[in-house]
């Protein structure tokens, strides 16, 4: 077996395990194994194929066999494995409901990202540290510009992929990947910046909208009705932390960046989001509604 195809069905395994903490049988795990289908010939799971897949996972998660089942006791997963957590999830759910076509008008699904045409062109520039010129469009624009830069990272954000780059300027700017209309990748290589880290760099944001002229700061919303509930259970950055629960409100503190995307977020929850502090942007929210309510008035 291919090494590749040794790493994803040891993926599959943790990533079974990871959503049964109650632990499965081995039947359990065989079944999802034929279901999953991953290396395409759809062999049913052996013993001894899973005896030594388990042996291989051993350094990632500690896995037991207790009381008839087969469960994770420990786990060591680094951080960066989040990119074959998410594929992995995606072949799960891509398994589960294969066999579900026949109510497909009954599962309702948001759009996959759009990557445009050319999302394997950048992941190969990524891989090989390529410089690329790409010809893009900025929406509104009636023009395009062609630009140099140096791939440096990808992210997605509200079902489209965009594309971090560091341009000749030194700069770095964030591309639409649906904006962009032509990519040459060029023989020049590139280095990434040794102090560079892709997390670290989009924590200071909400999103993706890259404004270094907003300074970081210390911004406190309070979340009314049953908003709070939904800001408690889902943090909308990594820097969220729970300040104070009143009666039918809590007070959320974060350190970001406050951009536009932050403003529009703000925007979209309307009358269940207060802004407490800074005053700036609990200022910049009131005019932002008053332009929406203005708009939106009924002459009478």
Partial sequence: MKKDSIRTNNDFLINLLQRNKNGLTFNQIANEWQRANLNGDNK?????????????????????????????????????????????????????L????????????????????????????MKDFSIINIVYR????????????????????HNRWYLLGRCQNAEFH?????????????????????????????????????????????VILRAHENERFILDRQKIHESQKLRYEGDGYYDFEYRLRPTFDFVSYLESQGRFIEVIEPLWLRKELLRVHREAMERNKIAE
């Avoid at 294969?98 to 520039?125: N, Q, T, V, W, Y």
């Avoid at 900025?138 to 954000?157: A, D, M, Q, W």
């Avoid at 020049?188 to 560079?196: A, E, M």
């Fill in 44 to 96: 049913p799971l052996t013993k001894a194929t899973f005896k030594r897949r388990l042996a291989d996972i051993q350094s990632v998660c500690q896995v037991k066999y207790v009381n008839r089942v087969y469960k994770i006791i420990s786990e060591q997963i680094p951080d960066n494995n989040r990119l074959r957590e998410w594929g992995m999830n995606v072949l799960a759910i891509e398994a589960k």
């Fill in 98 to 125: 294969r066999d579900c076509e026949d109510m497909s008008d009954r599962i309702l699904l948001e759009p996959f990202p759009s990557a445009g045409d050319f999302l394997d062109h950048i992941l190969l520039a």
């Fill in 138 to 157: 900025e929406y509104g624009s009636f023009t395009s510009t062609e630009v140099t830069i140096e791939p440096y990272c990808l992210k997605t954000y």
């Fill in 174 to 218: 964030i591309y639409c990947l649906d904006r962009i209309e032509h990519i040459g990748i060029t023989a020049n290589k590139f280095s990434i910046l040794s102090t560079f880290d892709a997390k670290e760099y989009f924590s200071e944001y909400y999103a993706v909208r890259l404004d270094n002229d907003v300074p970081i700061q210390r």
